[in-house]
């Protein structure tokens, strides 16, 4: 059996992802391509690097999406939320890459944003789309809100040793660096290249939106509040995300007990593994792993976890991907990437 | 039916991509995997970014292979042909994707390398494994000398203009840049990121021994003897190979005769295409196809050919499962990306 | 003695280049500083890599530059004839870097730009700011056109060999490569890094307005009337020119010809070296250096030429400062650059 | 007056960029180039950027000195004590660019690098030669250790800090992200192309050795003893560190009180500016400034620190030029650079 999948949003970095693994995944069809400023071109044109170039791009409009299976939205902050009501309404399933339904309360997302929720009270009724946290509500779903790519990089390592006990939910630090993809397809002075190669920068300090994302997830695994410092940065390369997150561990924690507890959690998972020197984010580009380590520095008693993703997959269209193939009862691993390339 | 691969040479750049194409292909199922001075470590450590990294490499040794169906030879220069005449006595096919094999004839060799081949009769035997001109020879031999990177994306241009007369066999420049992963993984003062990034040299000027590889299989393709100047030249990128090709034109050629010698040339195949702007590396790394544009300086009489492939890929380890496929009886396009990666 | 300098054009590379040249030169000291939109922002803001970062930009207008003694005009293409003739009517020299006034004829500005020239009488008054070529006019002139970065990398090789009739006037390629700065700083979609980094490509294929340029120049030093087929492509870097060329050699050329006539050329020229190997961009980057070397096939009869440049530098405002040097009577060297910086 | 000067270990990175500042500083002259493995070959076959390269590189000996003013050493870790003590005691003074004198007892050096130090009873002799905190030592003595580059970019913003109090001495996280060129020239395949371009990790996580340095230093600005933790990283650029740094805020702190210490210790420095948005390394690249920003964090009252340095110029021989400057009762910025490149 074949599903027909929508893609709105389908000309950025994101979109030309999710069109890269839906046309590669077994039982996914692409029936319909939005774009906004690309509507009426080609494939080809967009994503030279795709098959099926003469596909020609329709428009980011939740009326012209014929009725399909399931869409994937990869809008820009904000965008996202009146098509999903719409798609969902006409008993579309929907995953969002967008940041749009990320958030579990109006007050948060007004902290966050500094608005108020055009659907506030849908927030409570999507499910955050990290299946090694949350398979369950994600297989029972129609509406998914896909997480960040920062969070994703973030959680995964935190969220077993918080659940656990091991380290405290405060005085946590994440600090991060990702190439530029993350940043999106905009054209932007700050994005040329001349602008970006041979140089790092920080960005956004202390005022990331990503930081209570992160915070609202974290909590749900944690017994106490979580509260992180969080500093992204932007490096020379096109994809990967790196994070490195200081959390103070409890006092009588070993570094078997960190170990062990990442372990447990992910011993069975396909995409997610503990590896036993710092991982290289050229070891996961273009597939759907994450690679975590972990170290303890017993003179502060600071547990170290360094986490590699590829931003674009894990981070984005695999992820989304991953739980779609939930949502829709198919082996989770099905038209995704184990293997990544290299150089 | 799945048939049994081996890999010698499997931790270099080459061997690596050959280990995941065959992954991912429906057919075939990797058997032995050998290596040099990697024998005996596991995949993960030589090839973090592909699966099973468990598995663990053997020697380069013809007489440790199992009696499998086919294998991939990705050795240095020189050092293939003794395992491919082993691989072949036992009834194994082989690809060899090194150098060793691809000329004709003993003298053509002696003059590119300077030393006499040591199984000179068997010269004559291999099959130049560029299926979009050798087809059926292909599909009918167990040996398949692989072409090398920088003569795939100067042949598939030109070949198709030689074969209509429509551009003279003599005054023709290649002028090509190749990224780093073309120099192997060898460890080199050269290829150190130091020396190589922010970047461009020219390397081998006037001695680069994939000339007379060119003119060979060129020969096979004009009424006259082929002539060239190549000069490759080392930019800071990992993947791809961009080819500018200016061959004099004969009286009378147009631009729409160029264009048709071509469309002629690759209509049905499905990994040559000839594109309306001038190709970027970047819309075929990852996959195996080549892009060509051409153009015709009318006031010189000069058609200019630009050809973009990725030298892994359609330049080695792609182009060898493709002649593979054939030697199988397999379906050509099998286990092979037609869509690459961007950015 | 201090001159007094102004430079229109000051927020792009070329003019961030001339500021920081000007800047450390024991003779010039900076005036005035114009800028399109950059106007009122501060140069820290502008060019954070600057000292003096609380000088504030004003306009471009000629109107507004003070009584300086020379002028370096950094401008788009058709943006500097105006302001160049007012300057000069109020006793100001220029030095134009753009290639308003580097065409010597309305005809061949016609040719090559498809628009007439506002000035066309006085397009014979304007000396090529080529000092190795043409170092006794541009010391008698108020009024310098300075070459563009390819032809500069084009002719310094070429013109000595044509002089001495070693190689042919017409048969001639000249395949460039450049760095990214090349295109300037304007915000594109085709110089964002997603677009330019990990990728290569050939851009304005048969149709580059700097190949009237090259022509032209070398038409000086050759007896007969040169035609080339010029190629420049676009390579994941910041800084440098490499260009390769390939001249047809007259009968009985033979490579120490070729090198005498180069070494001859240059022996006494400061910024110019005839080198033994083929010669990389990071050898000059940040220089004000061309290092060039010469190579024969002797089968083919070709000559194959290799220069390297920094494009910001001999390229653009270090030859720019050469030349206002040569028309100050100053050290034709003062301020500039033999060192470069690696990596 | 010129002062003649020696450099032992001129074939590396930061000997290429001592024999740069020295050769354009106006009171210096390179007297004696000595090397390892290069002795014996020209400054051009090894570094062929810089000028005068048809000197040759003598040895690492120090009897093959002459009698220097002053001398550079830049000598792999272990290296340096036997040359310097050598030339010490023939009078030449010495700036050491490695790490054997930059501890300040035998138990801390054992401890940093588990073996006894050869020369214990000098290590309280030597001075640590970050200009900004100790400039009346540097003026005073014969043997200056220079800072690590790492160190240099986390003194210098959290020094001022501690002395005054605002942040506490532990619980201090230090993460920095550095260019390749930090790692040396060394040929080795964690350093080639195709292992760092594209990727970014952490190294040598809670192992590296200057995290002792760094808190020797920063005890000499506290109160009390100062424990932190260190992570460096790998990204794909040539030059640059970024350093990003959190320490807990001493209770009542505030952003005014920060930016306020920080303006107070660096306004009279040449080379070092408080900014007001989150530096970028290519600000610095090329010159020998250090640029800081400081953030406050009140909700978890976090001092977020980020400083930018080219690790070569501040980072190594920019900041060992601006020592010896002050050795010789020079003006400290005597032949530094203010202004870097960018692109």
Redesign the interface.
């Known amino acids: 059996m074949t599903l027909s999948i929508a893609i709105l949003g389908s000309s950025g970095?994101a979109g030309?992802?999710l069109i890269?693994l839906v046309?590669?995944h077994p039982d996914f069809e692409i029936e319909y391509l939005g774009a906004h400023s690309s509507a009426g071109r080609t494939l080809s044109s967009v994503?030279?690097?795709?098959?099926g170039g003469e596909r020609v791009l329709g428009v980011n409009e939740p009326g012209e999406v014929p009725d399909v299976d399931l869409a994937f939205l990869a809008l820009p902050h904000g965008a996202s939320s009146g098509p999903a009501m719409a798609l969902l309404s006409r008993g579309i399933r929907v995953v969002d890459l967008g940041s749009d339904f990320r958030l579990d309360t109006p007050d948060r997302y007004l902290e966050a944003y500094g608005v108020d929720h055009p659907y506030p009270d849908e927030l409570g009724n999507w499910v955050y789309g990290l299946p090694e946290r949350h398979r369950s509500e994600i297989s029972g779903t129609d509406r998914v809100a896909s997480p960040g790519c920062y969070p994703t990089s973030t959680i995964l390592p935190l969220a077993p040793l918080l659940a656990a006990g091991l380290v405290r939910s405060?005085?946590i630090?994440v600090?991060s660096?990702s190439?530029?993809?993350g940043a999106g397809?905009g054209?932007?002075?700050g994005?040329?290249?001349?602008?970006?190669?041979?140089?790092?920068?920080?960005?956004k300090?202390?005022e990331h939106r990503h930081q209570p994302e992160m915070e609202r997830a974290l909590d749900l695994a944690s017994a106490d509040p979580v509260?992180?410092?969080f500093?992204p940065?932007l490096?020379?390369?096109?994809?990967?995300i790196?994070t490195?997150i200081?959390a103070p561990a409890r006092e009588g924690t070993s570094l078997d007990d960190l170990v062990g507890a990442l372990e447990d959690a992910y011993r069975d998972e396909p995409f997610v593994s503990i590896v036993d020197r710092?991982?290289?984010?050229?070891?996961?580009?273009?597939?759907n792993r994450a690679l975590i380590?972990v170290?303890?520095?017993e003179?502060?008693g600071?547990a170290?976890l360094?986490c590699?993703i590829d931003n674009l997959v894990k981070g984005a269209a695999g992820q989304a991907v991953q739980a779609a193939n939930l949502m829709m009862g198919l082996d989770e691993t099905a038209g995704l990437p184990?293997?990544?390339?290299?150089?």
């Open positions: 970095y030309g992802e890269r046309d590669g994503h030279p690097h795709l098959g405060t005085g630090i600090d660096m190439g530029v993809s397809r054209v932007q002075a994005l040329q290249f001349g602008a970006v190669d041979e140089s790092a920068k920080a960005y300090v202390l509260q992180l410092v500093t940065h490096v020379p390369m096109q994809r990967g790196l490195t200081y710092s991982p290289e984010t050229r070891w996961v580009v273009g597939s380590s170290h303890l520095d003179r502060t600071t170290v360094i590699a184990m293997e990544g390339w290299m150089p």
